[in-house]
């Protein structure tokens, strides 16, 4: 709180003030008071009247200075009333009345919304959970039964549980609860495991799975990892070129500080202006134009993923020529703590 | 040679099943009766003896006095969580189990094991990833040796070898896992896409050329031993042993 613009916002007070002063002296000239009298009073009504103004100035400008500042500071600026006193002054009372009022049905909504938005996801894993049921009975039956659509079956079944795991990593990545674990996981038998999960598109694409010798271990969670490769192998094999030697090659660069994975295609690659993007949310670009198709979230996830659990997740491509996904993982100290 | 058993034994991990001794005997714990049906159908089919637990209220009573010598325990069945009952389980018998559960995450999975699980699928499984699985874990539980026999061979997986007398011939890798799996299976016909989940399975990620290239040069070296004929090929189906 300034004291000019204060002063300026009294100034009826002032004006007022002034005039009375001026009439009683003018009162006091008619009846011809004494001199020593009138500047008596005068300087007596002067000091009272600047009193009552430093007086009222002083107890409002903590509350009011406190009020602005702290909430200019804070991040979470609705909290500002935790870290005032009560004002002692009337107004001020009634201000931080009304304020606590309004955070109180603010935070009340913002539960409502945060007990829903729990609510929903809770219902999307459990409806999750309840549709892989049917689609491990699917797959099941389809193996039992075996038939001439056996295989296009069985690849529409792994589109679906694609979309399906899309949904239930976005919930998570979303979600403030941490519910991943680190631990030393075997570079090689993530890759195995994404390996097996699409082997029966990869075999009848005719795509290399070129897994050079890796055999690092890296401290992250296998499941989420698991995850985030499927996506980059996914988007490899969507987007591969009509060549009769396709391939992924997966290899690992082991830095002093870092170990990075590399899964590497020769699909038809990412325009340079595409390439920014393509960790944004929803972006499907033009590829994703050309073979539609796209959600746009499979990367973002993954990126989101990667984010949380301390990797580095970045892309090269040139068009026509080869798309090379990069998931570093850092030998940090964090992890040393967790060792 | 010392080096080299030792990387067989880590290789060929996970695709030798007993089949040559008794039956053994699965008890699915899964509460979706039509999904537990083909489950018990798609064991059954592989040799083995199937059961589906009835009575979920007493879970427990039922497993020990099924006997099983595996069982398969979804986390999410009626009256008991699939993690308590297998900490209860736990505290009567060390009977194999492989937990099964459709939410796949890292938390679960470490907990499951804590409390003694031997494996961990996620649903929807992929059937031969399924049997793989079962394979590695009876064979752990069962301290199965290296050895397998087919008629007058002598197999040993973990050296690559296979002896007919005095004769032997030694395998690589690949043609070794594709020949076990065979003789695992040696009384039903065995699908090209089996052989490729079980050599996938050991981080061999070949193509179908390379399959039907690996299969030719086994049948070339089984010949130098009088077995030649031994891999018969079912046109569009797979390759059963004679």
């Not at chain 1, 003018?26 to 009193?51: H, P, Q, T």
């Not at chain 1, 009975?137 to 792994?158: A, M, Y």
């Not at chain 1, 660069?253 to 699909?267: A, F, M, S």
């Not at chain 2, 874990?137 to 005095?166: F, Q």
């Amino acid at each position: 709180m300034k004291f000019l613009p204060f002063l300026l916002d009294k100034i009826y007070a002032l004006i007022i003030g002034l005039c009375s002063l001026v009439i009683i002296l003018l009162i006091f000239m008619a009846f011809r008071v004494d001199i020593s009298i009138i500047l008596s009073v005068s300087i007596v009504l002067l000091v009272s009247y600047l009193l009552l103004f430093f007086i009222s100035y002083f107890r409002k400008t903590k509350f009011y200075s406190d009020l602005t500042s702290n909430s200019k500071m804070l991040d979470k600026a609705y909290l500002v009333l935790e870290t005032i006193g009560e004002p002692t002054f009337y107004e001020g009372k009634i201000i931080y009345d009304v304020l606590y009022e309004i955070n109180k049905s603010m935070l009340e909504n913002v539960n409502e919304e945060k007990r829903q938005n729990r609510e929903f996801k809770e219902y999307v894993l459990m409806w999750i959970h309840e549709v892989k049921i049917p689609l491990s009975s699917i797959l099941l039956t389809i193996s039992n039964h075996k038939g001439k659509r056996e295989n296009q079956i069985k690849r529409d079944l792994k589109r679906l549980e694609d979309y399906v795991n899309q949904v239930l990593y976005y919930v998570r990545q979303e979600s403030a609860e941490v519910d991943y674990l680190i631990n030393e996981v075997d570079l090689a038998s993530v890759i195995k495991e994404v390996g097996l999960k699409n082997m029966n598109v990869l075999l009848e694409e005719n795509i290399l799975y070129d897994v050079q010798n890796i055999h690092e271990k890296v401290f992250t969670d296998s499941k989420w990892l698991e995850f985030i490769l499927g996506q980059i192998i996914n988007n490899a094999i969507k987007y591969r070129r009509n060549i009769k030697k396709s391939y992924i090659k997966i290899y690992t660069i082991r830095k002093k500080d870092n170990i990075t994975l590399v899964i590497e295609d020769n699909g038809i690659g990412i325009p340079a202006s595409d390439l920014k993007q393509v960790f944004n949310k929803s972006f499907t670009g033009e590829n994703g134009r050309i073979r539609g198709k796209s959600t746009g979230m499979g990367l973002y996830i993954a990126y989101s993923l990667c984010e949380k659990l301390g990797h580095k997740l970045s892309i090269e491509s040139e068009v026509n020529k080869f798309t090379r996904v990069s998931v570093t993982f850092y030998c940090n100290d964090y992890y040393e703590v967790i060792k | 040679m010392l080096q080299k058993c030792k990387v067989y034994r880590h290789i060929i991990h996970g695709i030798i099943i007993n089949g040559c001794e008794n039956m053994n005997k699965i008890l699915i714990v899964e509460d979706d009766e039509k999904l537990a049906l083909e489950l018990r159908r798609l064991l059954q089919d592989n040799n083995y003896e199937a059961e589906i637990l009835n009575d979920f209220e007493h879970a427990l009573d039922e497993i020990i006095s099924v006997n099983p010598d595996l069982v398969l325990l979804d986390i999410n069945i009626p009256f008991f969580n699939g993690r308590s009952l297998l900490k209860n389980l736990r505290d009567v018998s060390n009977v194999p189990v492989i937990m099964v559960t459709s939410l796949l995450s890292e938390m679960d999975e470490a907990l499951s094991i804590i409390n003694g699980a031997d494996d961990y699928v996620t649903k929807p499984y992929n059937p031969n990833i399924l049997l793989l699985r079962i394979g590695a874990v009876l064979k752990r539980s069962n301290n199965a040796s290296d050895t397998l026999m087919y008629k007058d061979l002598i197999i040993n997986t973990s050296r690559g070898t296979i002896k007919r007398g005095v004769d032997e011939i030694i395998l690589t890798k690949n043609e070794m896992i594709i020949f076990s799996y065979l003789v695992m299976h040696k009384e039903r016909i065995v699908s090209r896409d089996e052989l490729m989940t079980s050599l996938w399975d050991n981080d061999e990620f070949i193509n179908d050329n390379a399959l039907t290239v690996n299969i030719s040069r086994l049948r070339a070296k089984l010949n130098t031993i009088g077995y030649g004929e031994a891999i018969d090929t079912r046109k569009k189906v797979g390759y059963i042993l004679k």
